[in-house]
C-alpha cells in the first residue's frame, strides 16, 4: 500500500517555527516529484512547494507567499519530505498535505496565533 503520512504541525505563536514531516511507505519519495499543499478554513487549497524528483535534480520551487521563510528537503535514506517553516505568519494557519502523482496524505495542522 502507498502511502504518505505528514506530522510535526501545531501550534505557534508569530515568528515561531516549526517543521513538518512526510513519510512515505510502499514507493520511493525520490522517484516522484512531492508537493506542499495547505488548505485553510474556508478557502481552497493553495500550493505551497515543491521538489521535483532525484532524476530531475531535486529542484524547489515555492510560492512567493512562502519564499524566503519555508524550505523543503528530502531524505532519500529515509524516504521522507520535510518542510521546514520560520517566520511564522497568522495566515500560514493551514492543514498541510505533501503529496506526490499517486498519493496525498492525511495532513497535519498548523495554526499560527498570538
Known amino acids: 500500500e502507498v502511502r504518505l503520512v505528514e506530522s510535526g504541525g501545531g501550534s505557534v505563536q508569530p515568528g515561531g517555527s516549526l517543521r513538518l514531516s512526510c513519510v512515505a511507505s510502499?514507493?520511493?519519495?525520490?522517484?516522484?516529484?512531492v508537493n506542499w499543499v495547505r488548505q485553510a478554513p474556508g478557502k481552497g487549497p493553495e500550493w505551497v512547494s515543491t521538489?521535483?524528483?532525484?532524476?530531475?535534480?531535486?529542484?524547489?520551487t515555492y510560492a512567493d507567499s512562502v519564499k524566503g521563510r519555508f524550505t523543503v528537503s528530502r531524505d532519500n535514506a529515509k524516504n521522507t519530505l520535510y518542510l521546514q517553516m520560520n517566520g511564522l505568519k497568522p495566515e500560514d494557519t493551514a492543514v498541510y498535505y505533501c503529496?506526490?502523482?499517486?498519493?496525498r496524505g492525511q495532513g497535519t495542522q498548523v495554526t499560527v496565533s498570538s
Open positions: 503529496s506526490s502523482l499517486i498519493v
Open positions: 510502499g514507493f520511493t519519495l525520490s522517484n516522484y516529484a
Open positions: 521538489i521535483s524528483s532525484a532524476a530531475t535534480g531535486a529542484r524547489t
